[in-house]
């Protein structure tokens, strides 16, 4: 398993340096200002658009976080290398980082935001999904992350968007409930 996880580490790592800008975008947009500031006014618009765009948002604004601690936990019982820290032919596009490889937290926080936008909103969450698997094949292709570290981290980031939603799902139907409870109550007096 291990020599096929470096072999396909070797094959997109390998892509040509004419690609370097795309997907070093992809591994460090939110690093931008601009990206920032268009992922804020999105968050914004979805909170005052209505009830399913502002149940969606805030799971995922729940989730990546819970995603990301998830990740430096496989980080600190895995501690899995990176592929500069143990080849020796990477092609690095990105800064080095001192911390394990494990699993890729940047394709756990993306696949978390994907799954409770495309769970909360159906087809138009769908587009997050694509920006997850960008995000991932990124992390490899800018030498920072192994091809299974990538898929741990999407794999991390799903169970975790998905047991935020299932939660969200209970507590909203229990206050559906509640509400129902009430309104039955006052009706009869």
């Known amino acids: 398993m291990q020599a ?31 990206v920032r500031v268009l992922l804020l006014l999105l968050v914004v618009g979805m909170l005052v658009r209505g009830a399913r765009s502002r149940r969606a948002i805030l799971t995922a604004m729940i989730a ?8 430096d936990l496989w980080k600190a019982g895995l501690r899995g ?21 494990s699993a890729s937290a940047h394709s756990a926080n993306m696949a978390a935001v994907a799954f409770c936008l495309a769970y909360g909103l159906g087809r138009w969450g769908w587009p997050w999904v694509l920006v997850a698997v960008l995000v991932g094949i990124s992390r490899v ?49």
């Open 4 to 34: 096929l996880d470096q072999a396909l580490f070797r094959a997109i790592n390998g892509w040509p340096d004419g690609m370097a800008p795309f997907w070093r975008f992809w591994s460090e947009a939110t690093q931008r200002i601009e």
């Open 64 to 71: 990546w976080p819970l995603a990301n601690e998830a990740c």
């Open 141 to 189: 292709y800018v030498g920072v992350h192994f091809p299974a570290q990538v898929l741990l981290g999407w794999t991390t980031g799903i169970a975790v968007a998905a047991l935020v939603s299932w939660v969200a799902d209970r507590l909203t139907a229990r206050k559906e409930s509640a509400d129902e409870d009430l309104a039955g109550q006052e009706s009869s007096v």
């Open 81 to 101: 290398p990176r592929p500069f820290q143990v080849l020796d032919d990477v092609l690095l596009r990105a800064g080095k980082s001192d911390s394990f490889g």
